[in-house]
Antibody, heavy 118, light 110 residues
Framework: QVQLVESGGGLVKSGGSLRLSCAAS????????MSWIRQAPGKGLEWISF????????KYADSVRARFTISRDNAKNSLYLQIYSLRAEDTAVYYC???????????WGQGTPVTVSS | QSMLTQPPSTSGTPGQRVTISCSGS????????VNWYQQLPGTAPKRLIN???QRPSGVPARFSGSKSGTSASLAISGLQSEDEADYHC???????????FGGGTQLTVL
């Protein structure tokens, strides 16, 4: 069965960096676009980045562009999100999700929490 | 501020029918399909409706979706206590070339 398992979240000071990982299994990882989506405490979902199946093209929300870098290693069935210059407003649960085109995000991980302290 | 607009909350009693609206613009809902996600308390979101009105395997027929112009709706008939959750709409935006979400609607079953 499809599984997505995020890791790497934690408590970090403002201005710090963090690398989130998402381990995929149960499907051909290299066939799918992947996204990172976050949810701040008590707020709605915010899409922040996607990467194409080969990794050649990436896209970011304006709120994170230039501070976040998405990447993937298809040989390791893994998705990554490198976060720089963390701010308080980056405090959220970060989810990785598999994209199925118009069918939306058909599978989600359990999320990894990131807390930024001042 | 979310690109898609949803009511923050709604409620209903068991057995009742409730609807949740999702309003967008010509560049997102007006041009692309809408997907809905259910988020039970303390859990990750789960896809509930895709392509405006299609239910993925395993989603009860009580859940239905529709779209008209730049708005979409999720309807839940025969409301059950386990339907108490947050519901989120989403669509691709052709102007931003990004996915956009609504702010989410918290459904309370009284």
């Amino acid at each position: 069965q499809v599984q997505l398992v995020e890791s790497g979240g934690g408590l970090v000071k403002s201005g710090g960096s963090l690398r989130l990982s998402c381990a995929a299994s149960g499907f051909t990882f290299s066939d799918f676009y992947m996204s990172w989506i976050r949810q701040a405490p008590g707020k709605g979902l915010e899409w922040i980045s996607f990467i194409t199946s080969s990794g050649t093209y990436t896209k970011y929300a304006d709120s994170v562009r230039a501070r976040f870098t998405i990447s993937r290693d298809n040989a390791k069935n893994s998705l990554y999100l490198q976060i720089y210059s963390l701010r308080a407003e980056d405090t959220a649960v970060y989810y990785c999700a598999r994209e199925a085109g118009d069918l939306g995000f058909d599978f989600w991980g359990q999320g990894t929490p990131v807390t930024v302290s001042s | 501020q979310s690109m898609l607009t949803q009511p923050p909350s709604t409620s209903g009693t068991p057995g009742q029918r409730v609807t949740i609206s999702c309003s967008g613009s010509s560049s997102n809902i007006g041009s692309n399909v809408v997907n809905w996600y259910q988020q039970l308390p303390g859990t990750a979101p789960k896809r509930l409706i895709n392509s405006n009105d299609q239910r993925p395997s395993g989603v009860p027929a009580r859940f239905s979706g529709s779209k008209s112009g730049t708005s979409a709706s999720l309807a839940i008939s025969g409301l059950q206590s386990e339907d108490e959750a947050d519901y989120h709409c989403a669509a691709w935006d052709d102007s931003l070339n990004t996915w956009v979400f609504g702010g989410g609607t918290q459904l309370t079953v009284l």
